[in-house]
């Protein structure tokens, strides 16, 4: 037997990508009349999947946004929770978003203790809230992982059985890599080219982009030694452009995926905040710095926060070592970036090094067979559907 109906629920842009190709490489696998529904963005609704709601309704991040949608986000989780019980799928995959698609799941387990849910992206139990990882273990049968250490940190943490799946970023290293002549050496045309990721958050980028035109003034550049590229969303390239009138030099902004994937190929250097981006510039071979300023509150929590990680870049924490630079609240100052960035824009044992690292970063991914991501990720979502009806 195969499961015929499974629920997918996701709470954002990046959850439906994942929830897509998921659910594409389930329909190979399941009887042509199985049928899918849950919370869906636009790639899930080309999959074939029926949504209870518009995925906008719930995709806020941030504190301050999340209070803001409490009423409707309460009651889109119990909405989500009670179609699930009613309808009695033979699956629940919850992705990503776990403010959201967590507390659905502790409904459902508490109706339905049999069905089997499978969580698509583990939280970053290994980075702060530890405790995490074992309170998820009474609704949570089985994590796909995206990151390679997470396996052993929910083994240590007390956490659900994780397997890593592969993140869907080695689908793309075609589109992430330069061909040839596309990225200069450096030094080759008497300009660096340097991207500059903010962040694509408002709130993000507006912690960022100050601290990063003051870098990029400490450094001494103008636009006879530098051309600057910043990728953004539509919606924020008017601040973008507002905020970066007082920069030594005028970057150039670009939005969409593939101008972004187009800047990065030709990169010779970048200086980011935190998150998926400094992944996607350390598997394109671009060396960077990186910085992440918190929110002005977020250090009266740390009393409260346990945190586990010894590094916040996602490439640092899948090589084991401090590979890039990376420079954290009180530390992200003009300073200190322009002193890390500084060796970065030239040809020397600084820049060769973070190369280097970068370059064993596609064997660590790497997922045995060379099977793709969403293929695996169906795999262990089949065995732990089949581990779950098996019984203890």
């Known amino acids: 037997m195969t499961p015929r109906s499974v629920a997918v629920v996701a709470g954002e842009r990046s959850g439906d990508a994942l929830g897509a190709d998921l659910v594409r490489a389930l329909k190979a696998r399941l009887p042509s009349d199985a049928a899918f529904f849950g919370v869906a963005g636009p790639r899930m609704l080309l999959e074939g999947v029926e949504t209870l709601f518009a995925m906008d309704d719930i995709a806020v991040m941030g504190i301050g946004p999340v209070i803001a949608r409490l009423p409707t986000l309460l009651r889109r989780i119990r909405q989500t ?6 309808r009695r799928p033979d699956l629940l995959v919850i992705v990503d978003s776990p403010d959201f698609t967590h507390r659905v799941a502790r409904l459902v387990r508490a109706a339905l203790p049999d069905l089997a849910i499978v969580d698509y992206v583990s939280p970053s139990v290994w980075a702060w809230r530890p405790g995490r990882a074992a309170a ?3 609704y949570v049968d089985h994590v796909l992982a995206l990151l390679p250490f997470e396996p052993e940190a929910h083994r240590r943490l007390g956490g659900p059985a994780c397997t890593y799946v592969g993140h869907p970023l080695i689908e793309r290293l075609a589109d992430l890599r330069p061909s040839p002549g596309e990225r200069a050496d450096m030094g080759a045309e008497g300009v660096a080219r340097l991207v500059v990721l903010p962040g694509s958050r408002a709130g993000v980028a507006h912690r960022h982009m100050p601290l990063f035109g003051e870098t990029l003034s400490r450094l ?6 530098a051309a ?3 990728p953004t969303t539509p919606g924020l390239a008017p601040e973008i452009v507002r905020m970066s009138e007082s920069w030594p030099l005028r970057p150039t902004i670009v939005t969409g ?3 972004k994937l187009a800047a990065f190929r030709q990169a010779q250097a970048a200086l980011a905040a935190s998150g998926t981006v400094t992944l996607e510039l350390a598997l394109s071979g671009v060396p960077m710095a990186a ?17 586990e990680a010894p590094f916040i870049l996602l490439p640092n924490l899948i090589l084991g070592e401090r590979a890039i630079p990376e420079l954290v609240h009180r530390d992200a100052t003009p300073e200190k970036l322009a002193s890390a960035l500084a060796p970065l824009l030239r040809d020397g044992p600084e820049r060769r090094a973070q190369r280097d690292a970068l370059g064993r970063l596609d064997e660590a991914m790497r ?3 060379g099977v793709a991501p969403s293929e695996r ?3 262990a979502t089949l065995v732990a559907w089949a581990a779950k009806r098996r019984g203890p």
């Open 257 to 259: 995926e593939a101008e």
């Open 136 to 138: 998820m273990r009474p």
């Open 291 to 307: 910085a992440y300023k918190l929110e002005w509150f977020a250090p009266l929590l740390k009393p409260f926060i346990r945190i």
């Open 367 to 369: 997922l045995p067979g």
């Open 228 to 230: 600057v590229t910043i």
């Open 377 to 379: 990720a169906a795999e």
């Open 220 to 225: 001494g550049v103008d636009a006879k030694t």
């Open 81 to 86: 929770a009670d179609a699930v019980i009613a």
